[in-house]
């Protein structure tokens, strides 16, 4: 489940930034995403388009992406259509009710509607959940306007104590695969707004999504808030198919992070008698699994460290002809966190990434490196090709192992062609290879071989 933070609208007059530029809008749509709709299509089990009920990572990533983008691309275009020039004291009243109206989207309509940002939390705990056969239902589908909790539900109890059984570093995944959806959905709107030198303001959606993330990490820690709101849900939830598939996703997470062979159904029973007794509270936890869920919400700091994060996307490097931007990132994962510093380069038509990951388990740490090629343009005559590869290499824990001091190889290595067969239309084809490890908007934890065919449109 997903707390709401109520974004206060009085911060809007200090941070809001006139921007001049005409803004530029990059969707992307994945149509086949393969091996995973497979999954999808036997879990839902109502033949091949069913799996589009149950999108994967990429998929929900892409849509919400689009959505996002569309929003603030239309809102910029509206207000710079408006002949508006009042002043109140040094405030400009046209700067000031374009962010209050960009807070306010992001706030509910961007939040509450399908394919919106509360929607893409909730298909990154599902897409795990599919990979294992594990069906679902996505509450965010039925517009629950203002509602402080929303639910991923219809799921059995038989399906979790199958899922738990068979793969325990899945299941610790899935409840933090919502946050998991947030960070990425930030990582690619700061992403296309270096490259492309989007002039569109994505900083508001930016400083909610990730102050509503720190929010949650520290509710999940406080029994207050915590052990009270158990209770009032298994009251009202009576039916299994009723009941969320976790409760507080961060005490579920490190719950089963400590203690992955324990069978789903020692739980207990369901205070009504019905069920599995599936919502942890606080009490659950030992000392020791409570302070570490504690010292998340000081390593989850990392997160607001970037210029981006400010609405500076772009960095002039003296008068070299670079451009460039970092940010550190900060995930829960399957066998513990990833703290990775990311480096952003650009000079013509060479854009890069680079980034230094940290995996930690309980108490060792994994080192790897990433470096991905953005957009690299290839002429064949008149026809362009954009060539996008990307590598990762180093260490994660053996088998995702929170307490194991082994470490094993991880490797990635992908690559995507965007074909313009027009100005603005480019299909394209993108593959990714890997060994077992965890990786961000990654289903897959076992070694894999995934494949897309997509859509982008560029304007």
């Known amino acids: 489940m997903f707390k709401k933070l109520i974004f206060l609208f009085l911060f809007v007059p200090f941070l809001a930034v006139a921007q001049d530029n005409e803004p530029a809008l990059k969707l992307d749509l994945p149509l086949l995403d393969l091996p995973y709709q497979r999954d999808a299509m036997n879990?839902?089990?109502?033949?091949f388009f069913s799996s589009y009920a149950n999108p994967s990572m990429a998929q929900s990533l892409a849509v919400s992406t689009d959505i996002v983008s569309l929003f603030h691309f239309g809102v910029k275009a509206l207000f710079d259509s408006w002949d508006l020039n009042v002043s109140i004291g040094e405030m400009d009243l046209k700067s000031y009710l374009y962010d209050l109206g960009l807070v306010f989207g992001c706030t509910y309509l961007l939040f509450y509607i399908p394919g919106g940002e509360g929607w893409l939390h909730e298909e990154f705990h599902r897409a795990v959940m599919t990979r294992h056969r594990v069906n679902s239902f996505n509450d965010m589908n039925t517009f629950p306007i203002g509602a402080e909790l929303v639910s991923v539900n219809s799921i059995t109890d038989e399906d979790l104590m199958r899922f738990k059984a068979e793969s325990p570093a899945d299941f610790v995944r899935m409840h933090a695969a919502?946050?998991?959806?947030?960070?990425?959905?930030?990582?690619?709107?700061?992403?296309?707004?270096?490259?492309?030198?989007?002039?569109?303001?994505?900083?508001?959606?930016?400083?909610?999504?990730t102050i509503n993330s720190h929010m949650y990490i520290i509710a999940s820690g406080d029994p207050k808030q915590v052990n009270s709101s158990v209770d009032d849900m298994n009251k009202k939830e009576t039916t299994v198919l009723s009941r969320d598939f976790t409760g507080f996703d961060m005490i579920g997470w490190v719950y089963d992070l400590f203690r992955p062979d324990e069978p789903y159904s020692d739980r207990g029973v369901h205070p009504s008698g019905i069920g599995i007794n599936r919502y942890r509270k606080?009490?659950?936890?030992?000392?020791?699994?409570?302070?570490?869920?504690?010292?998340?919400?000081?390593?989850f700091i990392f997160n607001y460290v970037s210029p981006m994060f400010f609405n500076v996307n772009r960095i002039a490097?003296?008068?070299?002809?670079?451009?460039?931007?970092?940010?550190?990132?900060?995930?829960?994962?399957?066998?513990?966190?990833?703290?990775?510093?990311?480096?952003?380069?650009?000079?013509?038509?060479?854009?890069?990434?680079?980034?230094?990951?940290?995996y930690q388990n309980y108490e060792h740490y994994f080192p790897a490196l990433e470096v991905e090629m953005i957009d690299f343009p290839i002429f064949i005559k008149n026809f362009?090709?954009?060539?996008?590869?990307?590598?990762?290499?180093?260490?994660q824990p053996k088998d995702q192992g929170f307490f194991t001091s082994e470490s094993e190889?991880?490797?990635l290595i992908g690559s995507r062609l965007d074909f313009q067969v027009t100005k603005n239309l480019l299909p394209y084809f993108e593959f990714v290879a890997k060994t077992d490890g965890w990786v961000a908007g990654n289903e897959f934890l076992e070694k894999n071989l995934s494949y897309r065919l997509g859509i982008s449109a560029r304007f």
């Not at 960070?183 to 508001?204: H, I, K, M, T």
């Not at 362009?384 to 260490?395: A, E, K, N, Q």
């Open 43 to 47: 879990t839902v089990g109502h033949g």
């Open 178 to 209: 919502g946050m998991e959806g947030d960070l990425v959905l930030l990582d690619n709107l700061r992403r296309n707004s270096f490259f492309y030198d989007q002039q569109l303001r994505f900083f508001w959606l930016d400083i909610l999504v």
């Open 282 to 299: 606080t009490t659950d936890l030992t000392d020791e699994e409570l302070s570490y869920l504690h010292a998340q919400r000081y390593w």
């Open 317 to 358: 490097l003296g008068g070299t002809g670079f451009y460039g931007n970092f940010a550190f990132r900060h995930f829960l994962t399957s066998f513990g966190t990833d703290l990775s510093f990311n480096l952003f380069l650009n000079k013509d038509k060479f854009n890069f990434i680079a980034a230094y990951h940290s």
């Open 384 to 395: 362009c090709v954009y060539f996008s590869p990307r590598t990762s290499l180093g260490l």
């Open 409 to 411: 190889f991880f490797g």
